[in-house]
């Protein structure tokens, strides 16, 4: 085993990036679409802080606080428009909601 | 005295606007205060400026502001001056006590009717564009007052708009004025091409630096002008529209249509005459047409049936005298005759109104006949305004024509002076046909439903104070013959003295000088005075004869010149050849403008466009699915995209 690099970090970051974003393409369950969401952001926090240990930079870190801190509200607001989807039809499939098209 | 200049044309100003803004939530009728005070006071400040004038013999003038002072526009520097020479006073009197009185008769004659206010806004701005046009001291302000009585004239002929004949009426006047003014508006490109200035007086004004300019481009100014000046005042193949223009309310006619719009363009000319004396051609077509609307419009007067018509017709002939002795030269005694004309006409105009107010709106005098018992003081200022327009010996009429025949006479153009004496019988006749029409005989209207009755003191009293300078101006100014007071006061206009210093300069100039030093022979004189008196005594008979004994009958008349009774009848067809040579191709011009350009191919481009426009929409719609994925899959293909082009161009070429 080699020591870790930051080549190591940004691959890591790619995968769940990734993961996260099929999740979101792929999914109609609305709640998992959400899970996948923040694991996009989670990917993208790991890549600042490895880009900020690697500058020696203490920028990264404060960005990663900043998402995680925006990733609360959104959240919270995230999780209010679920509960607000399912009172009104009952299904949590994104799917089904589709009045724009009208 | 000069800083108050600005009250002049100010007050008509205040009077339109407070008429037009607050008129309407007046209690009662009371329209008229603003307007009336408005007009006394610039008639006094006009007065003490006037009297200025004549006690220094120099002009006075106030400098306003000057227009766009600070923008380099290649020496364009307009300053809005008021100027008060002598000319200039005889026609804000003209303009401030005719209107005046007019303004005070307007009270009585339109008491009944719902636009009052209105009526009187619309005739305070034409006071106030009339005022601006005669003070400019540049061809630009006078320009803005010529354009501000147009409109005004076109507002106020079309004041009944409810009547069609009087939109068509408004619209005709407006059209064709619109033709003079383009021919104006070159002029005055011309001028300022040529001079670099618009501006009349001093060293740098137009008159002061005539020598030397082009006499081709002179006479090009000069007719480009009087194109103007043939909008404004009815001659030539412009006259059409100011017979037309009698639809207006009478007042209107009488202050508007005879006594001082349509002398604007007789004022222009004789402001410029240094230009048309540098610019003998272009005075010789003024001479020329002058001469014919003169001879022209009075056959037509002679078989109108209408009271108002006869006098339009009058006015477009009397005209004609003025722009001819403009023409031939003879500047003064066309002012004099332009300020007489003012007075008498109005008189006229305010008389036929009285008539036709007492007599229930009728025009025809067909229909009238008696009328000198039911309307004596009607009849009696009637009278003496067409003993005046009938060149009857010692009235303002007799003497003012008398000086433009002899004038013409005098300054070579001979032929053109027998010509005015056969209008001269022809005025007499026409006006007196008038008179034994309206006022003698028996009545031709139906006693039972019309009671003619006369006018209030309102307008009687306008009447009186007419009729007074009508008989009394000619003896007052216009003796001795060709050197009485009107030559005196107007002669330095024309010598290059006092404000016109720098002229002295110029030609014309020494040609006015020259012309004062010698007056017309005594025989000439004396000549002119017998033919005058002969021939108008000569018109008023025949006209006793025709239509007050009824001893020569006017039907056998009608009937042996049949031909030359429906020429004139029908006004030398001057409407019906404008009608087919120019109103009937626009009209065509305007179907096919409409029916295929707009309707067709205009229209075609914007709902083209409209549909193609619905039609992508309709495909695009399809996109919009709805489902939140799809939207998501897009954001990150496009992504991907944007980030794959950007790695594989490389970022040098995006840089920059």
């Known amino acids: 085993m080699g020591e870790l690099t930051l080549g190591h970090f940004l691959t890591l970051s790619a995968l769940l990036f990734v993961i996260g974003m099929l999740g979101v393409l792929t999914r109609k369950n609305i709640l998992i679409i959400f899970m996948s969401i923040e694991l996009m952001l989670n990917a993208v926090n790991v890549s600042l802080i490895a880009f900020g240990r690697y500058l020696d930079s203490i920028a990264g870190q404060i960005f990663a606080i900043f998402v995680i801190t925006i990733a609360a509200a959104e959240a919270a607001i995230g999780l209010g428009l679920i509960l607000v989807l399912t009172r009104r039809q009952d299904s949590v499939d994104v799917t089904s909601v589709s009045l724009l098209k009208e | ?656």
């Open chain 2, 1 to 656: 005295m000069e800083n108050w200049l600005f009250l002049i044309p100010l007050m008509p100003l205040l009077a339109f606007a407070f008429d037009l803004l607050l008129g309407r939530r007046f209690p009662g009728k009371w329209a008229h205060a603003p307007a009336w005070i408005a007009m006394a006071v610039a008639f006094v400040v006009s007065l003490l400026a006037v009297l200025r004038v004549a006690r220094t013999g120099e002009p006075v003038s106030q400098t306003l502001w000057r227009w766009m002072p600070g923008a380099d526009l290649g020496g364009f520097d307009i300053p809005f001056t008021i100027f008060i020479d002598q000319l200039t006073s005889v026609m804000i009197l003209i303009i401030t006590g005719i209107g005046f009185l007019i303004h005070i008769y307007s009270a009585g004659y339109m008491g009944h009717d719902p636009g009052y206010y209105r009526f009187f806004a619309y005739l305070s701005l034409f006071v106030f564009a009339m005022l601006v046009l005669v003070l400019g001291d540049n061809f630009l302000v006078m320009f803005f007052g010529w354009e501000g009585v147009g409109l005004c004239s076109y507002l106020l002929i079309g004041y009944w708009f409810d009547r069609r004949s009087a939109g068509d009426a408004a619209k005709k006047a407006f059209i064709v004025n619109r033709v003079g003014d383009f021919g104006f508006l070159i002029g005055m490109f011309l001028l300022f091409t040529t001079f670099g200035t618009l501006s009349f007086f001093g060293p740098e004004g137009i008159f002061a630096n005539l020598a030397g300019k082009g006499e081709g481009v002179l006479t090009a100014i000069g007719l480009l002008l009087f194109v103007g000046a043939m909008g404004k005042s009815a001659q030539g193949p412009l006259t059409v529209w100011l017979p037309d223009a009698m639809e207006g309310p009478t007042p209107v006619s009488a202050l508007i249509h005879a006594a001082t719009m349509v002398t604007a363009g007789v004022y222009m000319m004789v402001r410029a005459h240094a230009l048309y004396e540098a610019a003998p051609v272009a005075l010789l077509v003024v001479l020329i047409v002058g001469l014919a609307t003169c001879f022209i419009a009075a056959t037509i007067g002679l078989v109108q049936n209408d009271i108002k018509r006869v006098m339009a017709y009058s006015t477009v002939s009397q005209l004609g005298y003025m722009v001819f002795a403009v023409g031939a030269g003879a500047f003064i005694p066309a002012i004099f005759h332009l300020m007489t004309h003012a007075f008498f006409k109005a008189l006229l105009f305010l008389g036929a109104g009285s008539v036709i107010h007492g007599m229930h709106e009728e025009q025809d005098m067909r229909k009238m006949g008696g009328l000198r018992r039911s309307m004596p003081i009607t009849y009696a200022t009637l009278v003496a305004g067409s003993l005046a327009l009938a060149g009857f010996p010692l009235t303002a009429g007799f003497f003012s024509k008398d000086e433009i025949l002899v004038g013409t006479w005098f300054e070579g153009y001979p032929l053109a002076a027998i010509v005015g004496w056969i209008v001269a019988f022809m005025t007499a006749f026409y006006t007196f046909r008038m008179i034994f029409l309206t006022f003698h005989g028996q009545p031709r209207f139906d006693p039972e439903h019309v009671h003619p009755h006369e006018s209030p003191p309102v307008m009687t009293l306008p009447l009186i104070a007419l009729a007074i300078p009508s008989l009394l101006l000619g003896i007052i100014v216009g003796l001795p013959a060709e050197a009485g007071p009107i030559h005196q006061w107007l002669g330095p206009v024309f010598e290059g003295g006092g404000g016109h210093a720098d002229a002295a300069r110029t030609m014309a100039v020494a040609v006015a000088a020259a012309e004062e030093a010698h007056h017309p022979p005594a025989w000439l004189t004396v000549g002119g005075f017998a033919a005058s008196t002969l021939l108008s005594l000569a018109g008023i008979a025949l006209a006793w004869l025709m239509y007050g004994t009824g001893r020569i009958s006017a039907q056998a008349m009608g009937r042996r010149f049949a031909g030359l009774y429906a020429l004139f009848y029908n006004k030398w067809y001057l409407d019906d050849i404008y009608q087919a040579l120019i109103v009937a191709p626009l009209d065509v011009l305007a179907r096919i403008l409409w029916k295929w350009v707009d309707a067709g191919f205009i229209d075609g481009i914007v709902n083209g466009v409209a549909h193609l426009t619905g039609g992508v929409s309709q495909q695009l719609r399809k996109v919009q699915t709805g489902v939140v994925s799809n939207y998501a899959l897009a954001i990150a293909l496009g992504t991907v995209i944007i980030v794959g082009v950007y790695l594989l161009l490389g970022p040098q070429f995006l840089a920059r």
